[in-house]
């Protein structure tokens, strides 16, 4: 269940760093957006699953690739090829 997950998170001294550097932005009430950026597998996703478990909140996941552009956030405007 949902403690398990909790539970095998393991906090390295990275770990700890970067969940220290999150909270400081996600704490300081501004609602900066955040980036985060690394090989793949390198615990991402992990870690902000991590976060929203332990402060309730819902977690979106977006995956982006090295075409991806702000239309796949925010939409855009496509005319219909049978109505232009």
């Given at each position: 269940?949902?403690?398990?997950?909790?539970?095998?998170?393991i906090?390295?001294?990275?770990?700890?760093a970067?969940?220290?550097d999150?909270?400081?932005?996600?704490?300081?009430g501004k609602?900066?957006?955040?980036?985060?950026?690394?090989?793949t597998?390198?615990?991402?996703t992990?870690?902000?699953e991590?976060?929203a478990?332990?402060?309730?909140h819902?977690?979106?996941?977006?995956?982006?690739?090295?075409?991806t552009?702000?239309?796949?956030?925010?939409?855009?405007?496509?005319?219909d090829?049978d109505?232009?």
């Amino acid at each position: 269940g949902d403690g398990e997950q909790k539970q095998s998170f393991i906090i390295t001294k990275t770990i700890s760093a970067r969940l220290r550097d999150l909270c400081r932005i996600i704490g300081s009430g501004k609602n900066y957006p955040i980036l985060l950026e690394g090989p793949t597998s390198s615990g991402k996703t992990s870690l902000v699953e991590y976060i929203a478990r332990l402060t309730q909140h819902k977690c979106v996941r977006i995956n982006n690739h090295q075409h991806t552009d702000i239309e796949e956030y925010t939409g855009c405007y496509v005319t219909d090829a049978d109505t232009g």
